[in-house]
């Protein structure tokens, strides 16, 4: 059996987190290393490691992470400013958590691609 990920002990509350958003698919809370004023991970509650791992049964779940950034976005005020979203994907994708989670990020211009230099 593989082990836990940090976001698994995360979702179960075993370590603490500011959590923002949770259903039966996904849960999502405030990036402990912040690179926006709203640094969010939305993650899925099904440990999948990387995109590289996705099943076509996981095509629902997937498409809920939208949905669900969506909601964030509406809750934080910023669905017509504007936000980014990120998924990391293995060594060259500098993925350093290997369980799926989109990065959800606003407040402000986040300038051209990637994470913003500063927060
Ligand atoms: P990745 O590089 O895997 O796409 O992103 C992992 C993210 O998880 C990083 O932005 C990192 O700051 C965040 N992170 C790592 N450990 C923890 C933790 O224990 N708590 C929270 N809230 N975020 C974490």
Known sequence: MSEE??????IKGEIPSKQVYHDDLVTAF???NPKAKHH???V????????????QEDEQLMGHLFIVARKI???????????R???????????????IHMHFLAGGNLG????????
């Open 73 to 83: 976005a509406e809750q934080l005020g910023v669905a017509k400013s504007g936000y």
């Open 44 to 55: 899925t509650n099904k440990p999948i490691p990387t995109v590289s791992d996705v099943e």
């Open 30 to 32: 405030e990036d402990i």
């Open 85 to 99: 979203l990120i998924v990391n994907c293995g060594k060259d994708g500098c993925q350093e958590v290997p369980h």
């Open 112 to 119: 051209l691609g990637g994470f913003p230099e500063n927060k």
């Open 5 to 10: 990920t940090i976001f698994t002990k995360i």
């Open 40 to 42: 969010i991970l939305i």
